[in-house]
């Protein structure tokens, strides 16, 4: 079934379940796998001998239109449909935004001290929608609550929903290594398999709306495309596409004074994401949106529907590419004693909608405590979030082989006034070799 550009408005269901993902735990020296979806240099830090995730998991979604909590994960099947459940805060550029990312089998192996190496799985889905007015928002996706007077003009609205897998073969090493400290790099090369995406924008697109009359005019114009055979329900892996991509991270450690085999400082850089998915065919459309349309067209079609039956559209050329999330992202992770440790994190978008569509990543920083044993961590981050005003805080704990965690619990729990939630688990064998005591030779 060929969808068109809102489609994004109720899709959310589809990634709901998130780059936002193991928030608080990819510090964690014996976590393996994981952390390198944070730096891929960290692998030369890991004080995992062989790593074996089995399965792992990280879900993201949230919004400035309204609140959503933890439970939102489970109960947005049809979408972000406006309740009195929920509190909501129509701007004329709201923004929404989730994705889902599942670590497959995958295995970090460590060849020396200087050495590790790294082969990925995983799968992974992105939705944006931005600046969408919200009046007109909740006016195309509820007819019970949407159907009050406004009048607005959109501009730069984009959206995207984009699927695809992963195989990623990946390689750290210690480049300097001195008595106090070291210096480590790493890369992660990603054959990109694209099960297909959804785009669509407008530089300006004005809308008003009459309850009287029930008429909603238009004026601008809508393009938005799709890959061949894409269909948002069912996304399967039958007619991949192929892409490349690039990870690559540095990372300065201060061993200091610290006893053990504890750290003082560690900070590092990565990029995340450099890519795109190269689609052979698909299907593009500008729709001139000059007209006046009964709003009852909304109750019953979707918003394709809406598009074909009342809007002119031309066929354009399709572009072919889909673009990954780029980010860039800091850490700085500080040693309070060999046990104790207190980091802080930023990431930031730096993909943007140009020659092709592009998925993103939202804005974050965070501070995160973190009591780590060799068998046992639990930390609890501490952040602010972009198009959240209510800082998120969560807590997460690693048992053996488990992972379980969230970067907003605590705050959905406390708070009525959140507007992003995440949730994560693994299931891993990690197997540690013997750890080397600071001073031993």
């Known amino acids: 079934m060929k969808k068109a550009f809102l489609i994004v408005l109720g899709l959310c269901a589809s990634f709901t379940g998130m780059s936002q993902n193991f928030v608080g735990a990819q510090l964690d020296s014996r976590m393996g796998v994981q952390s390198l979806t944070l730096n891929p240099a960290l692998g030369t830090l890991a004080r995992t001998k062989l790593d074996i995730n089995l399965i792992s998991a990280s879900s993201f979604v949230g919004s400035d239109y309204l609140t959503v909590n933890l439970s939102d994960l489970g109960s947005l099947t049809e979408g972000f449909e406006v309740d009195e459940d929920f509190e909501t805060n129509p701007q004329p550029d709201n923004n929404f935004f989730g994705n889902v990312d599942v670590l497959g089998p995958s295995v970090l192996m460590r060849l020396n001290e200087k050495s590790v190496i790294s082969l990925t799985t995983r799968l992974r889905g992105f939705f944006n929608l931005n600046n969408i007015d919200g009046n007109f928002y909740e006016f195309a996706t509820n007819e019970e609550t949407g159907k009050v007077d406004f009048t607005t003009e959109m501009e730069d609205l984009s959206g995207i929903v984009h699927a695809w897998g992963e195989i990623g073969f990946g390689y750290s090493r210690v480049l300097v290594s001195k008595a106090n400290h070291s210096f480590s790099a790493g890369a992660n090369f990603k054959l990109l398999l694209g099960a ?58 201060l061993k200091g004074n610290t006893t053990g085999t504890g750290y003082k400082l560690r900070a590092g850089v990565s990029v995340l994401d450099l890519g795109a998915v190269n689609y052979s065919d698909g299907y593009r459309v500008q729709y001139d949106m000059n007209s006046t349309i009964p709003g009852e067209e909304f109750v019953e079609k979707d918003f394709q529907e809406v598009l074909e039956d009342n809007f002119e559209g031309t066929e354009m050329p399709f572009e072919g590419k889909l673009g990954l999330p780029t980010s860039l992202q800091f850490f700085a992770d500080y040693g309070i004693n060999d046990k104790l440790y207190i980091s802080a994190q930023a990431g930031m978008a730096i993909s943007k909608d140009g020659d092709i569509p592009v998925s993103r990543v939202i804005n974050m920083v965070m501070v995160t405590p973190r009591l780590e044993f060799k068998w046992l961590s639990i930390y609890s981050p501490f952040g602010m979030r972009q198009y959240d005003t209510t800082p998120s805080w969560g807590l997460g704990f690693r048992a053996g082989p488990v992972l379980l965690g969230s970067g907003s619990i605590l705050t959905n729990a406390l708070s009525k006034k959140s507007r992003t939630t995440d949730l994560y688990f693994a299931i891993k064998l990690p197997i540690y070799g013997k750890e080397k005591v600071k001073g031993e030779n």
Do not use: M
């Open 196 to 253: 297909g995406g959804v785009y669509g924008d407008s530089p300006q697109l004005k809308a008003d709306y009459n309850s009287e009359t029930d008429l909603l005019g238009t004026a601008g114009f809508l393009d938005y495309g799709y890959s061949l055979g894409f269909d948002s329900e069912d996304i399967d892996f039958s007619e991949i596409q192929p892409g490349f991509a690039l990870d690559l991270g540095l990372i300065y450690e």
